[in-house]
């Protein structure tokens, strides 16, 4: 039995013989990008009716022989636009391991192939584009409505600069929009733990890092295994009084959220793996990757609660700073 995509695609190389070569041939080259992806032929087929500002429903009706000729005649700067997106990709740290939403590149595609630059400030908007459409699961639902909706916007915004105060304006399905309340910002520091969201917004606080020459971990201020049971239990508190049960679980839950998680060369956190913040910040000299630690505190595990509420409000400082 043919899969929807496998129909798709026959569809596809009755009007054009060598598309399901070139098509194979493109995903090879992106799916190696960096640390690799997993694009697909449905995200192929979406981008080019996206690009060429056709109906982006995966039916057959919609790859006419017509639609299919004017991908054909477009194909080599369709590939190049999706070939220089995934390049940004890479450069941004985003792989197979932290992409969740491949739909939401799309528009990112459409912007360069409408002649959009990659210059430093549009590239900053692009982040947190990527970011901000991810976190917010703007493609969770209705994706094709999204993806339309977004659409529109980049066609009435200037075409050689992308910003995210174009996109502000966009609402998606459930009254959903792409811009942050001060309020959800806060919000994210109890509501995510370690993983592709937690990555995506320490993306944005650590902008300057070379992503695509290193591979980043995500690395626990306080370790991880820090908080085990032989090495918490019997910890004196700064008030002076012995750490609870109840106190306990809520820091091991607490150790995976983002106020006690950074970025670090891959190389870097092996060596860190489990040396206590307080001695890891005596021996390390990259000033680069110890940000936003709040000044004239205790760095000790005891002062766990005071460490997690000042790097938070830095954090959420810087945060709100981007996203608002």
Not at 36 to 56: A, E, P, Q
Not at 152 to 175: C, H, I, Q, W, Y
Not at 237 to 254: A, F, Y
Not at 280 to 299: H, Q, R
Request: negative net charge; contains cysteine; charged residues 30%.
């Amino acid at each position: 039995v043919l899969s929807k995509s496998d129909l798709l695609f026959s569809t596809i190389v009755s009007h054009w013989d060598k598309a399901r070569d070139e098509i194979d041939k493109l995903l090879s080259e992106i799916n190696k990008k960096g640390e690799g992806f997993k694009f697909s032929n449905d995200f192929i087929m979406r981008t080019c009716l996206y690009l060429l500002d056709m109906s982006v429903a995966l039916k057959v009706e919609t790859f006419k022989k017509d639609s299919v000729l004017k991908i054909k005649q477009n194909w080599d700067a369709i590939r190049k636009a999706i070939k220089d997106t995934v390049d940004l990709l890479n450069e941004f740290g985003f792989n197979s391991e932290n992409m969740i939403s491949y739909v939401a590149v799309s528009p990112m595609v459409y912007y360069r192939y409408k002649g959009g630059n990659f210059d430093s400030s549009s590239k900053v908007e692009l982040r947190k584009y990527i970011v901000i459409a991810q976190v917010r699961q703007i493609f969770g639902t209705a994706s094709n409505s999204a993806l339309t909706s977004i659409r529109e916007a980049l066609k009435a915004a200037p075409a050689n600069s992308f910003s995210m105060a174009n996109l502000n304006a966009v609402r998606f399905t459930g009254d959903r929009s792409l811009r942050y309340t001060a309020d959800e910002i806060d919000s994210m520091f109890d509501t995510y733990e370690i993983g592709a969201y937690t990555f995506m917004l320490l993306s944005l606080l650590y902008p300057n890092l070379k992503y695509s020459q290193k591979g980043f971990h995500q690395d626990h201020m306080h370790p991880y295994t820090g908080f085990e049971e032989s090495k918490i239990d019997g910890l004196i508190l700064p008030d002076g009084t012995v750490i609870d049960d109840d106190t306990k679980e809520d820091w091991r839950r607490r150790r995976n959220t983002l106020a006690n998680l950074q970025l670090l060369e891959g190389r870097e956190n092996e060596s860190k793996n489990a040396t206590p913040l307080v001695d890891w910040l005596k021996i390390t000299e990259n000033s680069e990757n110890a940000k936003y630690l709040p000044g004239d505190i205790s760095y000790e595990l005891s002062n766990f609660e005071e460490f997690m509420e000042k790097r938070q409000e830095l954090m959420s400082k810087a945060l709100k700073d981007i996203l608002l």
